[in-house]
């Protein structure tokens, strides 16, 4: 009632809201402190401690997950970095391999020996028994091949467990390697992996 008024003159010389700024006011130091301290509270007893550990491990597993889904070297295990890693994976993935059919095979070698016709029964042995010396053929061309090429291509680096690498990625069905294949079967390698 008392209170002046301004003139429109002067209330368009107010300053206008600040473009880019945060939207809201910066909290007091007083305020900023005790939202750390929430924050950083200690949980009240071990369920909750417990909680709060699982719930870090799966989240980090998770992001670990998709980073090696991506590709992202830096979430690799130390097992699978490097780039004589990095070759060998593409190597066994660019190439097919009877452990693919292993699952396959040795399902159909059990149909027939369940069913109790004595011919079929011995097809199932012989099936099976082809199979693992298949795998078994399969490896060890697998490990003299990429000997070779691992000599040719890096010459200077040491083949300690690639052999091991190699035999326990083809292993695998080629769906649930990890890291993921980035090659297709039958595709040509690239001769620089330095990168």
Not at 62 to 83: A, V
Request: proline share 6%; net charge positive.
């Amino acid at each position: 009632m008392f209170k002046r008024t301004k003139s429109p003159v002067e209330q368009q010389g107010a300053a206008p809201a600040k473009e880019g700024g945060k939207g809201r006011p910066t909290p007091t130091r007083k305020e900023a402190e005790a939202a750390a301290k929430a924050r950083a509270k200690a949980p009240r007893d071990r369920k909750e401690a417990s909680r709060r550990q699982r719930e870090f491990r799966a989240e980090e597993s998770r992001k670990i997950r998709q980073g090696m889904k991506s590709g992202d070297e830096r979430y690799f295990l130390p097992r699978d970095k490097g780039r004589v890693r990095r070759f060998i994976r593409d190597y066994v993935d660019a190439r097919f391999s009877i452990v693919e059919m292993v699952i396959p095979l040795m399902i159909v070698g059990l149909i027939l020996g369940y069913t109790g016709n004595s011919a079929l029964v011995q097809a199932s042995s012989l099936v099976l028994l082809a199979t693992v010396l298949f795998v078994v053929t399969d490896m060890v061309l697998l490990r003299f091949r990429l000997r070779r090429e691992l000599r040719r291509r890096f010459p200077d680096e040491p083949l300690k467990g690639t052999t091991y690498y190699a035999l326990t990625r083809s292993m695998q069905m080629k769906f649930m390697r990890l890291p993921k294949a980035r090659v297709k079967i039958g595709q040509p390698l690239p001769e620089d992996y330095d990168k």
